[in-house]
């Protein structure tokens, strides 16, 4: 991890180098805090969703990768964003059966209840949401 930047009050950031490391170091660093904000019942989706992008952050861009929660408030929505250097955003594609990649996006949108993209001044941010169980 190159840095926590902060995990304290109602959002946790953290930044990883661009090596196959991140991937295990953002689940663990999700799970953790999500388990700090008692919202256990979040961290397997999140953690996987996290997995897919941060790894498609990984083939794609190089550079810091940036992962950020937002705890939720008086919405009931967990906000989930995972930044890189690269602009280009992500295309959602249909895997042939055969295929061992190309199914990260797929699976985001079904797994959670929104999710999008946005341009930052050096890159993107792909985002999601997830509803708090009642």
């Not at 180098?17 to 689940?27: L, M, Q």
């Not at 280009?88 to 199914?103: H, N």
Request: proline residues 7%; hydrophobic residues 45%.
């Amino acid at each position: 991890m190159i840095g926590v930047i902060d995990t304290e009050g109602d959002c946790a950031k953290w930044t990883f180098p661009a090596d196959p490391g991140a991937v295990r170091a953002a689940r663990a660093a999700v799970r953790d805090r999500l388990a700090a904000w008692n919202l256990d019942g979040l961290a397997d989706v999140a953690a996987l969703l996290v997995s897919e992008l941060v790894t498609n952050s990984l083939r794609h861009a190089t550079g810091p990768i940036g992962v950020r929660l937002v705890r939720p408030g008086t919405d009931g929505i967990l906000r989930v964003e995972v930044s890189d250097p690269l602009p280009d955003p992500p295309r959602e594609r249909v895997a042939d059966l055969d295929d061992e990649s190309g199914r990260g996006l797929q699976l985001v949108a079904n797994a959670a209840d929104r999710w999008g993209t946005r341009p930052g001044a050096t890159g993107k941010t792909v985002w999601f949401e997830l509803s708090i169980p009642v």
